[in-house]
């Protein structure tokens, strides 16, 4: 067991499931023996607000909170989300972006406009990985899976097995949906 601290930062707008994703990883990196804090910060947890969930994972965590700077992987559910967390990044840190674009209200409204060429930019500074999460997962008849898709996608660059994700994904997701969830963490995984 790698005895140093791991930040993960996953980000997103509210009802992008942000914090089933965080209880997977959790559970994960507790099912592996790791010491975990997960942390949950709602901007405004009604859709469309921002959503950050912390999860860090060692042999004994502190503090539950990663440090600008300080985070190994982000994980973000769509673009702008991505461009706004990114500075939470080490320098060797890994991002993996949902390729969606949302519009705050601020852009809805007229008053900011959404930038352009987000993942484009954040490849100049840092490794990126993106996927169309909701195209995969309107293809297997659920967009409400995408965040399974990007979760997959993730996974694939994380020191776990397979076997340990599809296991705790087993367990967390309701009943009904772990056929579903797991047809999307492995089109991510793919």
Known sequence: MDKTTKNIM???VGGQGTLLTSRILGGLMADAGYDVKISEVH???QRGGSVVTFVR???KVY????EEGQADVLIAFERLEALRYAH???KDG???VNDERIDPMPVVTGAAVYPEQILENLGKDHTVYSIDAMSEAKKLGNQRVFNLVVLGMAASHMDFTKEQWTKIIEKTVPARTVDINLKAFEVGYA
């Not at 503090?63 to 990663?66: A, G, K, L, S, T």
């Open 94 to 96: 890994v991002l993996i």
């Open 88 to 90: 939470f990044l080490k």
């Open 63 to 66: 503090e539950p909170i990663v």
């Open 43 to 45: 901007g405004m947890a």
């Open 10 to 12: 996953i980000v997103g």
């Open 57 to 59: 994972y060692g042999e």
